[in-house]
């Protein structure tokens, strides 16, 4: 699934700059240390957006755009930026599945890990992340970097 989500890989937004991220994995219980969050992975930001939305698009990766369209000003003609599917990386029932549990980890109100992100009355569904901040090159126990990325589904 590493491969099927992009990472490692460009996603090929048009905005400069933008970065691949690392897989590096050395042997195959990198692999595993990578699917609790260690090992040789790093993810950008966007590439955590695309991976996440995936799931939220009933497992269609989809390129990312910044722009929806673009209005000439003189004519009024609308262009619509098209939507490209990179490919289906879940079915649509392991995408459902999986969005279900991303619920649970903001709804559950006592051991979720995103309860705070939750609002009453609406369904949101969320992955927490916590890493520890490398300081000088060398990991520092004691910082850590927190995240959360989610979806309204």
Do not use: C
């Amino acid at each position: 699934y590493v491969d099927k989500f992009g990472f490692g890989k460009k996603t090929g937004i048009e905005l400069p700059g933008e970065a691949a991220g690392q897989v590096t994995p050395e042997q195959q219980a990198d692999f595993a240390a990578m699917a609790y969050g260690h090992g040789k992975l790093l993810v950008t930001p966007l590439q955590q957006l695309a991976a996440i939305s995936a799931v939220a698009n009933g497992g269609k990766l989809l390129e990312p755009h910044i722009v929806k369209s673009i209005t000439d000003p003189q004519t009024g003609e609308k262009t619509k930026t098209e939507v490209k599917e990179v490919q289906q990386v879940l079915t649509a029932e392991k995408a459902k599945e999986v969005g279900d549990l991303l619920e649970q980890v903001v709804s559950d109100r006592k051991i979720g890990t995103g309860r705070h992100a939750y609002i009453e009355g609406y369904r949101v569904a969320g992955k927490t992340g916590t890493a520890v901040k490398p300081v000088n090159g060398v990991y520092d126990y004691t910082k850590q970097v927190v995240s959360f990325i989610g979806y309204a589904p």
